[in-house]
C-alpha cells in the first residue's frame, strides 16, 4: 500500500457514478453526495490505477506521478 501515492478526484469532471468505489477492493473511496471521497489513501495500491481506467470521465489523477 503507499502513503505518499493516492487518486485525487477532479470534483468539477466526476458524474457521482461511484464506478471508482464500486471497483475498488481496498477501501480507499467511500460514497459522498457530490463525489466519492478519498476516505482511505493509504489503503491504496500503488501505482495500480484500476479506478482511473474505469472512470468514464477521467476525473481521477494520482498525488505522487511525476
Known amino acids: 500500500m503507499a502513503a505518499t501515492w493516492y487518486p485525487i478526484i477532479d470534483e468539477s469532471k466526476c458524474v457521482n457514478c461511484n464506478a471508482c468505489a464500486d471497483f475498488c477492493t481496498h477501501g480507499v473511496y467511500t460514497k459522498g453526495d457530490s463525489a466519492p ?29 511525476h
Do not use: L, M, Q, W
Not at 37 to 65: H, L, M, Q, W
Open 37 to 65: 471521497k478519498v476516505s482511505s489513501p493509504d489503503n491504496c495500491v500503488e501505482f495500480c490505477r484500476g479506478c482511473s481506467k474505469i472512470c468514464p470521465t477521467e476525473a481521477i489523477s494520482y498525488f505522487g506521478d
